[in-house]
């Protein structure tokens, strides 16, 4: 789904570029069947870790603008053009869009972004680009400036890429939510050790003091999402220590009406849709993708091409 959601990428001349992290199931066999000119395939029979995996792609790369799309994530088909736009006429090196995330097909937390100023000013504090890596695009001549990806992370790279971006200059931005974040239980960003070492590692790079009551409300999701309740309250817990009680009260709403939703006689993107203009534009392009993606589409494809 990944793949398909940026090869139909439009009023866009791309290459893509896969990194396969040493994949030990049917990756391989599966980029090797897909019959498209603009794919080329990097085989990493070791995995080095996300930030390499990055590095490595754009060190490969030939065209003008870089963006980077984790495996599970998603975009709409005229995200990478809009941005581009964006960027040209504001004649800004990176640019960042919105973003929805989505269990299934189904949007569970959709929110505009920040605007660029405002964004710039939280960055060291908190990463208020919405849908880590798969979010930013950056001008080559940018990247070869403030790049690559810190190889010392193991989640956080982006936040870090977007930290030193703005020390470059201002982004520009898309106000849509023109791509999205999948969650899940095998999500890379749920490494909880992982996000603490490298918000540590933040606030020693770039002598900053991070928004710890933000970072533990976070973190109390994702325990959420992992089923572990008891740890996930203790985040919560420790957020309304750090002056995060009204945003803990939102969360804790916010993932009432989530559950509710999903016994609800209507469907949640429906209901979506109706309440919220902002996840009513994501679901109309991720109902698209999920049509094409879905096995009796393929099929008749297939056919019609015999």
């Known amino acids: ?61 030939r065209g003008q603008w870089l963006a980077f799309v984790d495996d599970d994530d998603l975009w709409a088909p005229d995200r990478l053009v809009r ?82 971006s703005a020390q470059y200059g201002p982004p520009a931005w898309v106000c849509r939510p023109l791509m999205a974040k999948r969650v899940h239980e095998t999500n890379m960003f749920l490494n909880v050790s992982e996000i603490m070492r490298a918000t540590r590692l933040i606030e020693d790079l770039h002598h900053t003091h991070v928004d710890w009551g933000k970072v533990h409300r976070w973190v109390a999701e994702r325990y959420l999402r992992n089923g572990q309740r008891g740890a996930a309250l203790a985040q919560f817990a420790k957020a309304a220590m750090k002056g995060e009680v009204g945003g803990v009260t939102e969360d804790l709403s916010r993932l009432l009406r989530r559950r509710l939703g999903r016994y609800a006689a209507v469907s949640p993107p429906r209901i979506a849709a109706m309440s919220d203009p902002w996840a009513a534009e994501a679901t109309a392009w991720l109902s698209e993708l999920q049509t094409i993606c879905s096995p009796g589409h393929s099929a008749t494809q297939r056919a019609h091409a015999k």
């Open 1 to 61: 789904m990944t793949l398909r959601s940026v090869l139909r990428q439009q009023s866009v001349d791309l290459e893509v570029i896969v990194v396969d992290e040493g994949s030990t199931d049917d990756t391989a066999s599966m980029l090797a069947a897909v019959a498209d000119t603009r794919l080329r395939i990097i085989r990493h029979d070791t995995p080095h870790g996300l930030s390499a995996a990055r590095n490595h792609g754009a060190n490969e790369a």
């Open 83 to 164: 941005q581009i736009e964006a960027a040209e006429q504001a004649e800004r090196g990176w640019v960042y869009t919105g973003s929805v995330n989505i269990e299934g097909w189904r949007i569970v937390y959709s929110r505009p972004p920040l605007p660029p100023h405002e964004t710039v000013a939280t960055l060291p504090r908190y990463n208020v680009i919405p849908g880590g890596g798969s979010n930013v695009m950056w001008r080559r001549s940018m990247w070869m400036n403030v790049g690559p990806f810190d190889t010392r992370f193991r989640g956080g790279e982006d936040w870090e890429m977007s930290i030193r």
